[in-house]
């Protein structure tokens, strides 16, 4: 059994806490920590049978009983909160993304270094069902060398202008996990990327120096080439699909529906949209990488998603800007880490 | 929150357990009986929160914090420990069948008049997400006028010639749910029933004198068409599907799988089988008849599932078997109840 | 080169003569004959390559150049024209059915008896590439021994009322093909046939003494259950769909569209409707059967479709109004030929 | 009626020729020509009803009953032939490309103007049932505006390494047709195109100067984003699918299978592989594209793919060539024409 604060009570903290709470039976959440907790929170998280809430989540690093740590709190607080973590000797799962900045990200990695501290990056699509299937085919050889990857992936609304000026650009905040996605299924990294981008959706995010509608093209270390095409709204809802064509064969995904019930009448053969959004999209997998975070500290393996798999996404999605900006093919090898 | 005993501590016990702990924030199991109750399932049962264990069912029926238990004992126990339970007071969620026999079914019955308990039946199929979405089409009169309903209801494995002989036969065993669905669908009762049954998976079934493959055509008092086909071996697993057809259109349900994924290579374009088999498919489903067991106590509402549902499967199970054995449509009416 | 005459230049009698023109390179249509032939019809024949037209379908049995003919003229004319043409010495396709009375299609046995005669009969979805499949797919053993057959058939619009009243009802007019389907795809014939039917989309068609609602249940000679749905209408177009389930697994097919084009929408995710009715859906299989007519005559093999197979459905289509009359199973033994 | 002549009786020679005879009823296939016609070939054509066959195809160009001309002969004569046919007063059917060279395809361009001639350029896939439909999607305004364009296409094999040398590379045979896709569907030009390719397939291809996986992104006038990726060799066969995103949805197509049929077993649910080739995939378009073209003479309208559509593409292919070699996005303009 292991013994664990969540740091941040947010959309994401909550999963998290729902999650354990169902899911992870050999984990127990001590306490919760959030600077702005209230009744509301502590009401929900004590009904969920967790023991503490605090503002400071100091308190949480200071408890000798608690092994580990969920970072979900703000972005910016992920790379100063880890380094503290780690410096308490708690093992960490954090949400994604470390950092935007690739300096902090390194105080990480060098933190880490010969400390024997677990550290887990929130990536949880590899996790998921359908990429996860993806994979293993890969794994198992059906589909031979990998010649070509695409990746899907469209939000069913876009973020507010407000949103997108702070979230570090669509790459960092939304195509990192399709980047992550594209190097979890090449099994390596991407050598060149090329971006050609739009704003399509919606003026003010443009306004906001930001794109919503983009096609990425990566050249990946081992030949393939992947394509990831994003949007920030798909009438239909949200598209998530990936598609691996090699020597072999070609495996793809479709997305997930609410039921498999398809109505035939007059207007066509009709069947459900997508799940809406990532909470009801991807839950089952944000159980999955907390599961496999907890058997890694009881197992003392490797987490699935270490540091190293936190930082190349930053690099690619630093790429990608980079790409946009001087229009024309950049390597990953331009971006000084 | 309702306090809830659980009789029973085999494998459909163990779902229910699950499913309250993991999913149920408003009911919490105070105790578990079984008389083989041991230690590996004690120590899991602790695991799992629950207070207390115990081998005679008869501490939970006289302990009155408990408001509300769930038989999942063996069958032939189901309907006296109903009428035990009503006698003292508490709420029933009781798995199907409430039995073979009519005239303990009709105690049951009894019992329960005027007596204020709530008694809820685990046809539990109502609460899947594909079959929900079904009832939901016809209700929202995308269907218009049901005119023909279609089961497919197929096991991936037979069950062993010693069951099969205790069981009640097929068609109270694993049809009956099929029974439940159609009656679901429908909205009314079968008028008549007309079986075309064989013995085509394994002989011993035969032998033991049940069948284990049938095609079964029933008449309902709305006028529509209802078909269900059985058989109790399906080699690519578990067959779950619905096709429900009317004056303005139809509405029908594919299987569940693990994933989407499909793989296209030299042999052909696959994907995957359905779910093996009933934890895996309808694992949902037990959790959301479990919930709406608990919302009619707190709300004092009727139960989704109620004696009258529980019994009506079984008078069609009987129509059935009287169907074989002599080679005719039966009505309804003729089996005495 | 065959040379063939066509009698009747109906609806069916047109679809033979443009697929012999189109796709039956070894077949050459010399004359075309019908009651009714007028000029609009004369002039679409010469630019198909026709070279005559007459009235009297006489003409083409005197005509000692023609080889073979086609019988496309009005049901009760079949039986009493495939005679003449026997004795004339003239391979006969004949459209389904043969005939409603037993007597005459038993001439018709009799007359071919010895004579050397090739004889087709119209029961062109055999041919259809979704069916053809699913049949080579038991042929192949990958569905082990059948156990279970399911026919959808169902029409996009009713016929008239009248049409009902003179068309030898639904059985012998429309569920005739779903009885020759069963018979191709078991590989045997029926033993006994039981008929659950109702009145649900026409009142007028129930006036006329017919039904429009079907769902029959058919024990086969090797132990296989079958089941037939029927319907008059279907909102969403022609429903055609054929599954055999069997010892190793399940061969299924869907309906045929115009395009695989699917809108993904707020709306949900919409594909196109089966294609409307049986001319768009089994053109190919109209020029396949013929294509095999053809190849009979000239490497002297047995046609696919034979008298008996002719025999057979009607046989069956008076099973299944009896069953109706006298509501309970009727043994095909029972019907006197 | 319009009389046609045939240039060139290779593959998709013949093609037309059995269009024309079996679908295309208001043309009447005069002669045949083909420097290396033969017995073979000559009895082929007559048995579909051709008059004349000759070697040199301009007894075509020099009879003054035959009003139009389908150019099938080798690339490298397609824009000289069309000059000829041009000058005879001919309407040309000219299949892609005109040519690689612009000069030459200006010469033509320039030959038409004011010529009265229709000339058609063989970019049959517009003409494809599920093509067909996507653009119909987009026109009735049902994905919005256009946001991305994907188009998947895939062959079955590659080519040898010889036929790649002299094929003028793999944009300009192969990609060729995607590029009319992404215009078609776009309905403007492209304005930038950027290529990221390799040679994963066959080494034999690499050598001989030419790639056999690409992906290839193109900015639209009208801004919307297109994406296709190529492979000279699919596994599971000939992968053809287009996918248009919106601002109101989405459209896709799937390949196109020879049946439905679906098998379930032990190892999972397989359907059929795409048709294997163009001939399979496309015969339908090819009917099509030619009655459209002999529409435009009778009708006196604009043929449906003109000279422009004939020349953009090449434009295209050379500007992906240029993206290659100098690795960078390359601007429609930046092509000299």
């Known amino acids: 059994m292991v013994t664990v604060g969540i740091i941040g009570a947010g959309r994401i903290g909550k999963v998290h806490t729902e999650s354990i709470c169902n899911y992870v039976r050999n984990a ?12 509301t929170t502590e009401h929900w998280l004590k009904s969920m049978g967790v023991e503490n809430t605090c503002k400071d989540y100091h308190e949480i690093l200071n408890d000798p009983e608690i092994q580990a740590v969920l970072i979900c709190s703000s972005t910016n607080t992920h790379s100063p909160i ?26 990480v990695v060098e933190a880490l270094k010969g400390s024997g501290i677990k550290y887990q990056v929130g990536f949880n699509r590899r996790h998921d069902h359908n990429f996860a299937a993806v994979k293993q085919a890969i794994v198992d050889g059906k589909v031979g060398d990998v010649h070509i990857i695409k990746i899907t992936s469209r939000d069913p609304e876009p973020p507010s202008a407000e949103y997108a000026a702070v979230s570090g650009g669509m790459f960092l905040d939304m195509t990192i996990h399709d980047f992550d996605m594209v190097r979890f299924l090449a099994g390596c990294d991407a050598e060149e990327i090329y971006v050609q981008s739009a704003v399509l959706v919606d003026p003010a995010i443009g306004e906001a120096g930001d794109v919503d509608t983009a096609v990425i093209t990566l050249k990946m270390e081992n030949g393939a080439i992947a394509v990831i ?25 479709a997305n997930d529906t609410l039921s498999t019930a398809v109505l035939s009448n007059a207007e066509g053969v009709t069947g459900e949209k997508p799940l809406y959004f990532f909470l009801e999209r991807y839950m089952q997998s944000f159980a999955t990488e907390v599961k496999g975070f907890i058997h890694a500290i009881e197992n003392d393996t490797d987490t699935l998603v270490g540091v190293e798999d936190g930082l190349k996404p930053v690099l690619m999605g630093i790429a990608a800007k980079k790409s946009v900006e001087e229009h024309r093919p950049v390597k990953l090898s331009e971006i000084v880490y």
């Open 28 to 39: 127990k959440i001590k306490t919760v920590a959030d600077p702005f907790m209230n009744e």
């Open 82 to 107: 880890s380094l503290e973590a780690i410096a308490a000797g708690k093992h960490v799962f954090c949400e994604k993304p470390i950092d935007h900045d690739l300096t902090k990200i390194k105080q």
């Open 229 to 253: 095409d994003n949007s920030r709204r798909a009438a239909y809802g949200y598209d998530q699909r990936a598609e691996v064509f090699g020597s072999k064969g070609m495996v793809a995904t």
